[in-house]
């Protein structure tokens, strides 16, 4: 599966717009409330639509909820209103199990549900598949499924609630559980470490039993070791009850005594290789590289260090290579990290850049996200401006017979209060001061 347009009629802050994406990886920057994570959301309406073809599907597909449809403002009176604007619709382009499709979602009424209409041709390619999976599963062969996942910036601390259903389904044994119990939970903000922790100890279990390794499992820990940045081995522990990583430099931590970037990075890898495990069990150890889906990550720079920014994308892309990932982020460090994958700047032209040239830290920061001057800080072109100014009104103040003189002296005044806290910078302000009176 794989989206190759999205276009988005008055969802949220958008009242039409289209965005190709890149086939791989698709970074969106702007200034907060560009609409990025709106974007995000319509894909995840997008994506989820997969779920409807799936008979007894786990979950539901999500749906068009009623704050992301757009707000207009209408003036009437002696004050304006918001009213909602409807049809909100997301319609996606893309290619599901080798055949390209169109398919939309769209809310009619603001009271009312999200309609399917859209999706029939969507709809059928899913089942035809699903029942060529049984046809060739009495031949032994089985075909692949994709992943749908979506990742919100609540993923670390937000456990999603647990029902009794899902816990029989993440205590039944391997073989047993359905292929899509994968997509149960995979397009809500939140990572379940709960769940990653119990289907990792059911793993080690069987592999236990069956004494010898399991490649499925392997494949989740390379995972893990390969994006965690000073990891060389990752495992269950039985005698702490939790997963365990290893570091090159010799500490070993659970999980939950990781730092937060530690954590988060580990939670992303640990879950997409996961469901790609459950979903095509029949691969083995290639099922991280051979499984294609699409992945939804806001802020992928959440609690990561620089160093780590600057490899997030190369990890992903190699553990997971026929993944599409969309993301968003506020790290130059990221941007600068794309090697001919796609960037979307929102506050900008909207259109899907690749980005080939080796780009400094300071021409990301300035050409891509507007800051001006990301050389100096903010505080230092201050002081660079102030110092312009004060040299200006000292000439002012040499001619006493300036009719501005009085207004200067007062400036000078507090411009060098301004600066109090810069003692140096004040007392060269100051000498100068004395110097031309």
Same mark, same amino acid.
């Given at each position: 599966?794989r989206?190759?347009?999205l276009?988005v009629?008055?969802?949220?802050r958008?009242?039409?717009? $289209?965005?190709e994406?890149?086939?791989?990886? $698709? =970074?969106?920057v702007?200034d ?14 997008g994506?989820? /639509?997969?779920?409807l ?17 757009r707000?207009?403002?209408r ?8 009213e909602r ?11 599901v199990?080798?055949?390209d499709?169109?398919?939309?979602r ?7 549900? +999200? ?8 709809e059928q390619?899913?089942?035809r ?5 049984k ?13 749908? /996942?979506?990742?919100g +910036?609540?993923?670390l ?5 647990t $029902? ?11 073989g047993k ?13 939140t990572?379940?470490?709960?769940? =990653? ?21 392997d ?11 000073g ?8 005698d702490m009850?939790d997963?365990? =990583?290893?570091f090159?430099?010799?500490?070993r931590?659970?999980f ?11 939670a ?5 290789a996961?469901r ?5 069990p ?10 294609e ?6 802020? =992928? ?10 490899v997030i994308?190369?990890?992903?892309l ?7 990932f969309?993301?968003? +982020?506020h790290?130059?460090?990221?941007v600068q990290?794309?090697?001919?994958q ?24 300035e050409?891509t ?33 300036h ?13 060098e ?16 001061h004395?110097?031309?009176?």
């Open positions: 599966m989206i190759d347009q276009t009629l008055n969802f949220r958008f009242e039409e717009n $289209t965005f994406l890149h086939p791989r990886f $698709t =970074l969106l702007g907060n409330g560009a609409g990025k994570t709106a974007l995000l959301e319509a894909l995840r309406v994506v989820g /639509a997969y779920l073809g799936i008979d007894n599907s786990p979950v539901p597909a999500p749906s068009i909820r009623r704050d992301c449809v707000l207009e403002t003036q009437g009176g002696e004050f304006s209103t918001f604007v409807i049809p909100c619709v997301v319609r996606c382009e893309g290619r199990h080798g055949q499709l169109r398919w939309s769209k809310l009619t009424s603001v009271r009312g549900r +999200t309609n399917r209409v859209g999706t029939r041709a969507l390619c899913v089942k598949h699903a029942q060529e999976d046809k060739a599963m009495k031949d032994e062969q089985v075909v692949n499924l994709p992943l749908v /996942a979506f990742y +910036t609540g993923r601390w937000i456990e999603p609630r $029902t009794k259903r899902v816990r029989s389904a993440v205590r039944q044994p391997l559980a359905s292929r899509f119990e994968a997509y149960r939970g995979c397009l809500e903000p990572v379940s470490s709960e769940w =990653l922790r119990r289907w990792i100890k059911k793993m080690e279990l069987i592999a236990h039993q069956n004494q010898q390794p399991l490649q499925s499992l494949a989740v820990y390379g995972a893990v070791v390969g994006c965690v940045e990891v060389e081995k990752a495992e269950y522990d039985f009850d997963i365990v =990583l290893d090159k430099n010799g500490e931590f659970p939950d005594l990781l730092s937060d970037g530690q954590r988060t990075m580990m992303l890898a640990a879950d997409v996961w790609c495990v459950q979903l095509n029949h691969l083995a150890g290639q099922a991280l590289r051979e499984t889906g699409v992945v939804l990550i806001d802020e =992928l720079d959440l609690h990561l260090h620089p160093n780590w920014q600057g994308v190369r990890n992903l190699s553990f997971f290579s026929k993944l599409q969309v993301a968003t +982020t790290s130059p460090f990221i990290s794309l090697d001919g796609g960037l979307i700047n929102l506050s900008d032209d909207n259109f899907l850049q690749e980005r080939k040239e080796p780009y400094s830290i300071e021409d990301v920061a050409e996200m507007g800051v001006k001057a990301p050389q100096r800080s903010k505080r230092f072109l201050e002081m660079e401006t102030a110092a312009r100014r004060y040299y200006e009104l000292l000439d002012q103040c040499k001619d006493d017979q009719p501005d003189v009085e207004q200067a002296k007062k400036e000078l005044d507090r411009i209060a301004d600066f109090s806290d810069n003692p140096a910078y004040a007392a060269f302000l100051k000498l100068d004395y110097a031309a009176g």
